[in-house]
């Protein structure tokens, strides 16, 4: 059974930092592109940042500059930290693990984290 289980949602001021956690189990963590993705009720979920199993990363422009994504394949984790916390970056955030060959598919989402930026 895969799990992808997230942390570290909450309430911060503009300006502000928060870590996002995803600790994943039931998947052979390294062979998986992770990524953050977003969402606000109204539009559709986006991506945030990716990090291959390598260390590649992409990130939304958007986030680019304030926002760092990192994985640690021994403990099946990755972290998103963001700084710099705007009100635009108020969404429920969500844990997403990728794995895709010629033939093959896996995703799979956790349930998601609320984060609020809000004075």
């Known amino acids: 059974q895969v799990q992808l289980v997230e942390s570290g949602g909450g309430l911060v001021q503009p300006g502000g930092s928060l870590r996002l956690s995803c600790v994943a189990s039931?998947?052979?963590?390294?062979?998986?592109?992770m990524g953050w993705y977003r969402q606000v009720p109204g539009k559709q979920r986006e991506l945030v940042a990716a990090?291959?199993?390598?260390?590649?990363?992409d990130y939304a422009d958007s986030v680019k500059g304030r926002f760092t994504i990192f994985r640690d394949n021994a403990k099946n984790t990755v972290n998103l930290q963001m700084n710099s916390l705007k009100p635009e970056d108020t969404a429920v955030y969500y844990c997403?693990?990728?794995?895709?060959?010629?033939?093959?598919?896996?995703?799979?989402w956790g349930q998601g984290t609320q984060v609020t930026v809000s004075s």
């Open positions: 039931g998947i052979i963590f390294s062979d998986y592109v």
């Open positions: 997403n693990a990728r794995y895709t060959t010629n033939y093959y598919l896996a995703n799979y």
């Open positions: 990090i291959t199993s390598r260390g590649s990363t």
